[in-house]
Structure formats: C-alpha cells, structure tokens
C-alpha cells in the first residue's frame, strides 16, 4: 500500500514536500511515480524516481521546480514542490511499480490515495 500525505494550501511561490510512504513490502527494482490530476483534467505525470539508484525522469512542467527523492530505510518517497503555481493546484498521486513507461498511468501496479495540493494566487 501506498500512503501519500503532505498537500495543503500555499500562496504562489510557496512550497510543499509530498511523502509517500510504503507499507507492506519493500521497494528495491521499483519505480515510484508522481502524477496530479488538475480540476476537470486526466490524470498527467509529473515525475518519477527509480527506487534502485534514484535516477529521476521529469515531465516540462516539473523541470526546474520539483525534485523527488526516497529513503530506502523508511521505504518512503518525496515529492519537493517549489515555485509553486497557482496552476500547480491539483490532487497528487503517488504510484509504483516496474513501468515500461513511467509516463503512463496505467502501467503502474500501486496507487496511493491521493492529496490535495492548493495554490493560492
């Protein structure tokens, strides 16, 4: 199981860190991905972090502003927003898996319940 936490409210060019944490197996080969879902909007990809060496792929709107991370000892991973946007408002979603793709969503075997990030103007 997935368990993301960390959303809430912040003014533009504030910041978040999202958690992500892992209960009931431990990540080796995983891929831990970071998706957000806008209002009215599919779900995108915002990044993903190899569990194994911690090599990181970013989607453009991420670039620059967002990093991820995970600790291999309490099996959780992070989502560091910075410069947020008012236009970063979205619910996240943490998800992992072995993802030929990892900018698809549905190659992801494990989903976290999702957090609401809100950013005011």
């Known amino acids: 199981q997935l368990q993301a936490s960390g959303g809430g409210s912040v003014q533009t060019g504030g910041s978040l860190r999202l958690s992500c944490a892992v209960s009931g197996r431990t990540f080796s080969s995983e891929v831990m991905g970071w998706f957000r879902q806008l209002p009215g909007k599919d779900r995108e990809f915002v990044l993903s972090?190899?569990?194994?060496?911690?090599?990181?792929y970013y989607a453009d709107s991420a670039k620059g502003r967002f990093a991820a991370a995970r600790d291999i000892a309490k099996n959780t991973g992070y989502l560091q927003m910075n410069r947020l946007k008012p236009e970063d408002t979205a619910v996240y979603f943490c998800?992992?898996?072995?993802?030929?793709?990892?900018?698809?969503?549905?190659?992801?075997?494990?989903w976290g319940q999702g957090t609401l990030v809100t950013v005011s103007s």
């Open positions: 972090i190899s569990w194994s060496d911690g090599s990181l």
């Open positions: 998800a992992a898996g072995w993802p030929e793709n990892v900018r698809v969503d549905t190659a992801y075997e494990y």
